[in-house]
């Protein structure tokens, strides 16, 4: 199921997913972005990692000096290129994000939110090292998942999500302590603040961990 975000749940059915999100996952959602605006300057060159059909891209970009968005599908990539207002401070790549083409020290700050570091089917030290690898020194690494007490919240969203076909029937069997597990084989987990101060001291960088809007554990690094 590594390729279920490249192949199936893309484009318009990726799309639809958020559509769909009760309130309080738009809140979620919305928090998460306004959080990261407050971290950008006008300067800055930015990285996104699973950037999708450029739902987070829309509003980043009008607030920063130029950006780029990598994912796997280029369904999404074409949709996003379709979607987003013309700006010229933006391109788009398919791209590995565990394998980044870029060279050492090109972006300022990197992001992945929205639980993208689980999202994207990769060994997740790999993913953040690569992360800090084109990522500038003095630069930060914006990652997160959801929280704990957000779990009632965002089983009902990909229950919502299952009834309209987007993925697999869920299996209540096997779902609970923060895995969700379809019966098609998708498999949907989060990391604790515990994981991400571990991934951080493995990966040699200081992790400021915080809890944004009750939804989501937001893990901000600094690059050495």
Known sequence: MDQYYSEKLTAKRLKRCYEIAQPRVKQYLKAEIIHVLTKLRSTDTILELGCGYGRVIRYLCPH??????????????????????????????????????FRDNTFDKTICIQNGISAIKADQLTLINEAIRVTRPGGKLYFSSYCEKFWDERLEWFCAQAKKGLLGEIDYDKT?????????????????????????????????????????????????
């Open 64 to 101: 920063v000096k130029a950006l780029v968005g990598i994912d796997t599908s280029m369904s999404s990539l074409k949709m996003a290129y379709n979607e987003l207002r013309p700006a010229a401070n933006y391109c788009l790549c398919r791209m590995d994000a565990a394998v980044l083409g």
């Open 176 to 224: 609970g302590d923060g895995t969700i597990i379809c019966k098609d084989g998708f498999k949907a987990t989060t990391v604790s603040p515990q994981q991400f101060e571990s991934l951080a001291e493995q990966a040699g960088v200081h992790a400021d961990i915080k809890e944004i809007d009750g939804s989501s554990v937001f893990c901000e690094m600094l690059v050495k």
